[in-house]
């Protein structure tokens, strides 16, 4: 598979893609991007993409299995013009909410 294979994993969230945060607050997910079984960079290209096309505001779900995205991703928030909310680690993933400023 190449660096941006066909297979398309940006994807709208539902119609009440909500997430909770650690918090109790509640965050409506403009975008969800799945990069289960993805390495660097692609995590990162992805997300910067995501959020690069939600309006201010919104926020973008990023899922990923690997430990060297997740460290990754919140760094890059102020490039992105972005807030880095919370990472939840789930038993297959770790789920990744940033928020357009």
């Known amino acids: 598979m ?10 709208e969230a539902a ?3 909500e997430a909770v945060l650690s918090d109790g607050s509640k965050v409506q997910v403009a975008r969800r991007v799945d990069c289960r079984g993805d390495s660097c960079p692609r995590p ?3 997300t910067k993409k995501a ?8 926020v973008v779900e990023v899922l990923v299995d690997n430990p060297s995205s997740v460290e990754a991703l919140p760094p890059m928030c102020d490039e992105l ?3 880095h909310l919370e990472t939840i ?7 990744v909410y940033i928020r357009k400023d």
């Open 15 to 17: 119609a009440g893609g």
């Open 2 to 11: 190449g660096l941006f294979g066909s297979k398309k994993k940006v994807e």
């Open 81 to 83: 013009n972005a807030t």
């Open 44 to 46: 990162q290209l992805m």
């Open 89 to 95: 680690k789930d038993p297959a993933c770790w789920r």
């Open 51 to 58: 959020v690069n096309e939600i309006a201010s505001g919104g």
